[in-house]
């Protein structure tokens, strides 16, 4: 059993790796039909047997399974393998990642039907679903970087698909960059972890993980620090670069340059939350160390409030989603600063249904209206797109956490968790979640509103119609998780005894507010039932109103807002100024310096004096020299004298 | 008997190569040169194959041996023989010796058979440098590769060849002199010039300094280290493809192979004391340097710069074991970084040999031969199968886990946090400059619109050039994600090494 576990999951992520480059090398000798055949069915197979392990490690209580594929480098007393974990957690994410990315594939057969480089997308998409199963299996952090290195490679590769368009390429250089940023933390992490664990296998460093905790490491000559302080807070650089943290975030919003069924895939259910599923999996670390839990609440609260904020004022439907994204992101960050990790995972699947789901929802709009994206030139098409009116309306409710849709579940749980959180910080992050329920409808709706109410705006020369079978498909099948999941889960993710993530998270006991939750739980029903008693709700309700009543009922009212308060609205718009503060002084600034030391220190200092000033030297003590040389027997005779005078002198003295 | 003089095969055999080749005489009988020059290299490489067999991985020794007394009066031998570091090292470089054949061929126009003559001595010269065991031996070859690096960037080389030419010349001909300084103090104290004989000699910390800085000179211009590193650029942007590929690929890490094979087994106090040195010259080399790739706006020199910043880490493995030995409980744990040293010496060639040729088939595709980045623009319009490939070899350069680039860099990184943390944050700057100066070039050449009309009339590569690109493909993703083999090569060796390297007091422990 142990062993065909492993070849399955082995399996699992080989699947799509042949996919990928079948369509990759031979997508012209298969054609569009042999490219939809070859990446399609590994990845509908991989689901399965995703299922298949989900259905006995989580259901079947089968304990957890390790094992090595093979011995990637052994150096010295330390051994590097390409070995898979398969736990609770690792089985719950690849059955949301081959899910996911299963609905995208086909989804993709509609939305890139008529470019003309369909297979080299269908090869990159099947590369990330390899990727970012290396990245949820591995037992180990060499090979989660793998797979952590590689989903952003293939992020990059699929931001800047259209490389003709200049903002594209432009978004992806900018997305590669700034997540690497955050892989400088996770290396070094790395590094900090082999030298207090001696081993990079998550079972041995958890294992040892109590009595790190007690170890200090020197920074400075006598200036110490918490060892595994330092360790976290790397890590959760790491995180914040992958899960587009402030200040990290800057680059999410422009990877929407990327095709639609990418941002619905890797920008929004999958690669954005692995630094969300780093964390989780490093929870016997986190808990020794509440500073780093204190700086993953306050920024992912940050995260949550700032960035629901800007969704409120963008035109361009895609980023709308974008920032919701940003700050969806930061309710997880919030989680799990608050040591409910479960409810970030929790939050983290419910996200994947309802976030890739208004994705692909937007993804139909905009191949409806031919690569329109922006929401003024929308308006009225929910009678010509009924399915993808109610499905974009499904998602929209998910998100806004209006009971019973899977959002509310698991938002409400995050919100409910940072109030009975103690971990400094707290407070600030509560007020954050709370305003986050005010705005996530405000936004969500705006959108809903703007595109699908109201009066059309839509270029009347395009014939807007509903979108072909292969689009609606994965629409309805990631619909139905938006509304059922979170009821489902609500109970054996977060409050049974024995939890769906079970040992795959360790919570310290003082941390542990789910446990404080479960008191009070009383079943998803009466949970959704008695959502009047929380403040969330109402605020939530509220938002959908002003949303309404901003949008639909006095537009002209926003427009005078805006003129009265040009100074909050130019902040909004400037995105609170970080993209100019990047642009201006830190490429800039690199740029600079790079040139000054070039320019000035290379080819000044060490080539003009040194290297050509010491030929020029050895030149001019020639030039001199030669003078001497004249040829002429009387200056040779002289110079003689003038010697044999000097030796003469000097033996005489 | 063909065991026994196996090596002294692979390093003569191309040279009776370039002498047929010169043979044949002019261009007008060019393709029997290439025919000459490409059977040569193949034959080499697969020379390499009951090299690679009949090594023992298992031992330390020096194997393959050969030795015959040369110069009696000094005791001078020509003494041959691998050890696991040589050993890839020699397989590296018929196989970078055959790639370079064959980008000859299709790229080089006139004096082919000379071109093909120099390329050739120059491989059987550098298969001498790792193979010799005496000292003087190795100075001959070491010296002997320069005639006819330097022939070959004045001849087939751009438009200010000549500075470039004279500059490498001198550059690494007054770095060399001191080596030979030292050597002579050596064979001094021994009495001999074999190599081994000089290890293990208890001189006084004053003497091992001042030998160190005289070997010091002589490897870090080749490596090139910061702040002798400026012949590199011009030699590299004059030099003919070919030769840009052979001095990335090969040429650099003699510099490492000589700190290595001398400086560190020879004079370990001095290495162990002057570590600082080292090491603070290497982090210049992988931030600054990196900078500077940054701002370049001609593709080769851009990348002969990261190939200086790229063998920093390099060095950086190789002294950072002192510090690390400080910290460390047992020699065991400075292993991962002087391993990862030699790993980056080889990987490296992969990654940076490719980008060079892909400059070259730029350039030979261009009306004027432009390698500035300004006059090209939507490549990957025009060359989709050629821009794949760089997309690669760029990614390798980036250090991306998968590639052969990034193997040695992790280690390296890995191992420094124990000896000195700040050294290891240092170090980890390269993630953020690799990618900024490798991909902002890659956007700049193959993304966007097409930029001109001399870009729209290029077309993809032919077989020769994607045969040497599958070739170096392979190379990179076999590295990348199976590294253990090459490792296992060097194991013992470098066990041995590190050692031997180690001061007395520090073994100790």
Redesign the interface.
Known sequence: MQNNLLQIATLIFLLPLFGSVAAGFFGKMLGKRGTNWVTILPVAISFLLSAYLVKVIVLDNHPAVEGVVYNWMTTGVFKFDVALLIDRLSAVMIFIVTFVSLMVHIYTVGYMAEDPSYTRFFSYVSLFTFAMLILVLANNYALMFFGWEGVGLVSYLLIGFWFKRESAVFGSLKAFLVNRIGDIGFVVAMSAILMYFNSLNYADVFAQAHTVATQKMKIFSDYDVSAMSVICIFLFIGAMGKSAQVPLHVWLPESMEGPTPISALIHAATMVTAGIYMVARMSPLFEYSPITLSLVLVIGATTCLFMGLLACFHHDIKRVIAYSTLSQLGYMAVALGASAYDAAIFHLVTHAFFKALLFLGAGSVIIALHHEQDMRKMGGLAKRMPITYLTFMIGALAVSAIPPFAGFYSKDAIIEAVHLSTTPGAHFAYFCVLAGAFITPLYSFRAVFLTFHGKSHVDPHVKVQESSWVILLPLIGLAVPSIIAGGMLVGPMLFAKNNLLGSSIFVLPDHNVLLEMAKTFQGAKLMALDAGDTLAFWLALSGIFVAWFFNLRKPELAEKLKIRFAFLYNIMVQKYGFDDFNQLVIVNGTRRLGDFLYKTSDLKFIDGIFVNGSGKLIQWFARISRKIQTGYIYDYAFSMILGVAVLLIWFLH | MLHFSLLSILIWLPVIGAILALMTGGDEHANRARWIASIVAIANLLLCIPLYLGFDSGSYAMQFQENHLWIRAYDIHYALGVDGISLAMIILTNFTGLLVILAGCNAIKFRIAQYMAAFLVMQGMMIGVFAATDAILFYVFWEGMLIPMYLSIGMWGSSNRSYASI?FF??TFLGSILMLVALLYLYNQTGVFEIQKFYGLNLSLHIQKLIFFAFFFAFAVKVPMW?VH??LPDAHTEAPSGGSVVLAALMLKLGIYGFLRFSMPIVPDACANLAWFMIILSLIAIV?IG??????TDMKKLIAYSSIAHMGFATLGCFMVYYIMKYGD?Y?????SL??AVVQMISHAFGSGAMFLGVGMLADRYYNHSRMIKDYG?I??KMPVFAAFF?LFA?SNVG???TAGF?GE??V??????GQ?WV??IA??T??LA??YS??MY?RV????VANEHVEVMEDINWVEKTNYILLAIGVILLG????PI?NVL?VTVDHLLKQSLPAAMTGL
């Open positions: 500059k001198l550059y702040p400026t012949w600054y900078l500077v790739a940054i701002v370049q047992t065991k744990d400075a292993y991962m391993e990862g939507g990957a319009n997309m990614m991306l886990p998968g193997v992790y280690m990184i890995l191992s420094a946090f124990e943390a290891s944050l980890a700057l993630l953020i990618a900024s991909l902002w956007k193959f993304f966007g619109p994600i199976y590294p253990a490792l194991h």
